[in-house]
């Protein structure tokens, strides 16, 4: 009976397993988001069975991240933690395709700004901005951010206690010690998870902090949250928010 009970969990495990493709930048303004995704990969993700594959821009050239072509023609689930980098068109058309397949994707923290260049910024016509993405793909805004009276508080959106996304996440442990992004308004179709309330609420009004909804004809699973800070990365309700996330993503 025990050797049936380890094939059915082994089974079980297996069939959940899928093929992550992480894709970040080192930047001094990125959040250390190399470091503490590699770690979120071996730590958390790994160990579940997931196959990982962390694609790094800016190797060996600014904007490009190599092997991510190759890397979503079978990947289950993408992960964007990467702020103002312009692909090359292949790699933004794979990006693109990842999408109208109606496959995932989990944002976080500054790929609010993924894809946008910076006011007057010159880009080389060889690389893809997408400007649109923030509005189009993630259902929010990147309208600035407020760094008053850190760190804020965290609280689960009205209707959210339910949902999967919070279980066995303690939001009273969730403070953003960085700072809070303005994001409203969200898409009609988002729905809020968890939102941020700065201590003056009458100067900055609370903010979506994690969302969801669904992209393009595929339906494509959409997770953003606005999280992702090294402070916020060393809290275990933050990581167990990140991996109800990736589950939830990855339903059909």
Same mark, same amino acid.
């Given at each position: 009976m025990k050797s049936i009970l380890l094939c059915f969990a082994l089974l079980t495990c297996a069939a959940s397993a899928a093929n992550i493709v992480i894709m970040t930048v080192e930047d001094p303004n990125n959040y250390e988001a190399p470091r503490t995704?590699?770690?979120? *990969?071996?730590?958390? +993700?790994?160990?579940?069975g997931h196959r990982v594959t962390l694609?790094? &821009?800016?190797k060996p050239q600014m904007h490009h991240f190599a092997g991510l072509v190759e890397a979503l023609k079978d990947a289950?689930?993408?992960?964007?933690?990467?702020r103002r980098r312009f692909p090359p068109k292949e790699q933004m058309a794979a990006i693109r395709a990842h999408l109208a397949a109606g496959?995932?994707?989990? &944002?976080?923290?500054? @790929?609010n700004h993924a894809f946008i260049p910076k006011p007057n910024e010159v880009v080389d016509a060889? +690389? *893809?901005?997408?400007?649109?993405?923030?509005?189009?793909?993630?259902?929010?805004?990147?309208? &600035?951010?407020?760094? %008053?009276?850190?760190?804020y508080g965290v609280s689960i959106a009205p209707g959210a206690e339910a949902s999967a996304l919070v279980q066995g996440v303690n939001?009273?442990?969730?403070?953003?010690?960085?700072?809070?992004?303005?994001? +409203?308004?969200?898409?009609?179709?988002?729905?809020?998870?968890?939102?941020?309330? *700065? $201590?003056?609420?009458?100067?900055?009004?609370? $903010?979506?902090? *994690?969302?969801?909804?669904?992209? &393009?004809?595929? %339906?494509?699973?959409?997770f953003y949250t606005s999280l992702g800070a090294?402070?916020?990365?060393?809290?275990?309700?933050?990581?167990?928010?990140? +991996?109800?996330?990736? @589950?939830?993503?990855? $339903?059909?």
């Open positions: 995704m590699r770690e979120f *990969a071996e730590k958390e +993700l790994r160990p579940l694609i790094e &821009g800016d289950d689930l993408l992960v964007l933690f990467s496959k995932p994707l989990l &944002g976080i923290r500054t @790929a060889s +690389l *893809a901005p997408w400007p649109e993405f923030t509005h189009e793909v993630l259902g929010g805004e990147n309208t &600035g951010y407020e760094t %008053k009276g850190l760190p939001v009273a442990n969730i403070h953003g010690y960085q700072s809070l992004y303005k994001v +409203l308004p969200l898409a009609a179709d988002a729905t809020p998870i968890l939102i941020g309330s *700065a $201590q003056d609420p009458a100067a900055t009004p609370p $903010q979506p902090v *994690a969302w969801t909804r669904t992209y &393009g004809p595929g %339906k494509a699973r959409i090294p402070e916020d990365m060393r809290s275990a309700d933050v990581q167990k928010l990140l +991996l109800n996330a990736v @589950a939830w993503t990855l $339903q059909k």
